[in-house]
């Protein structure tokens, strides 16, 4: 039972952070749904056709806006 309410847990927060990437600007979402993914960085610019910087400009700016994200709401 306190498995399965773990489970549960997962699933929610992954909901949660889904919802909250998909507020993310188009192309900074496409890249962090790649990472969550389990892609490297190399692997998004070749996936994408843009170049390493870009994707490590756009990883780190989503990852800005989601910590931002998460720490204006209470979860």
Request: proline residues 1%; positive net charge; without cysteine.
């Amino acid at each position: 039972d306190d498995v399965e309410s773990r489970g549960l847990g997962d699933v929610y927060k992954r909901q949660i952070l889904i919802n909250a990437i998909n507020q993310l600007p188009s192309q900074t979402a496409h890249i962090m749904r790649l990472v969550l993914s389990g892609y490297d960085n190399k692997e998004i610019a070749i996936l994408v056709n843009i170049s390493l910087n870009t994707v490590k400009t756009l990883k780190y700016g989503g990852i800005r806006k989601l910590r931002e994200y998460f720490l204006s709401h209470q979860f």
